[in-house]
């Protein structure tokens, strides 16, 4: 499964940013499409997730209500929409895919909020 991901830029805060990510290759039987983040001196960390098969979704709590995750089986590719972005946010967006318990990363991309 190959992943690529696209979207990310710098913004003022309160602002807002789409990223997208496609995935391509063997994307049968893929489980969940989701998004993580990495900030400088800081661990790796889910931002949001969705399952392919049901839509289920699961959100980190610092991106409740402002963060939206959904995909489009047809295009292959997950979405995430940033709403009210903040500093904080500001981070490396990697998408993750799993399939048969294995996991793919995409090449990231960067997000920059300024104050």
């Known amino acids: 499964v190959q992943l690529q991901a696209s979207g990310g830029g710098m913004v003022q805060a309160g602002g807002s940013l789409r990223l997208s990510c496609a995935a391509s290759?063997?994307?049968?039987?893929?489980?969940?499409l989701g998004w993580y983040r990495q900030a400088p001196g800081k661990l790796r960390e889910l931002v949001a997730d969705?399952?392919?098969?049901?839509?289920?979704?699961n959100y980190a709590d610092s991106v409740k209500g402002r963060f939206t995750i959904s995909k489009d089986n047809a295009k292959n590719t997950v979405y995430l929409q940033m709403n009210n972005l903040e500093p904080e946010d500001t981070a490396v967006y990697y998408c993750?895919?799993?399939?048969?318990?294995?996991?793919?990363w995409g090449q990231g991309t960067l997000v920059t909020v300024q104050r």
């Open positions: 993750k895919a799993r399939r048969f318990g294995v996991e793919y």
């Open positions: 969705i399952s392919i098969g049901g839509s289920s979704t």
């Open positions: 290759g063997s994307v049968f039987s893929v489980n969940t």
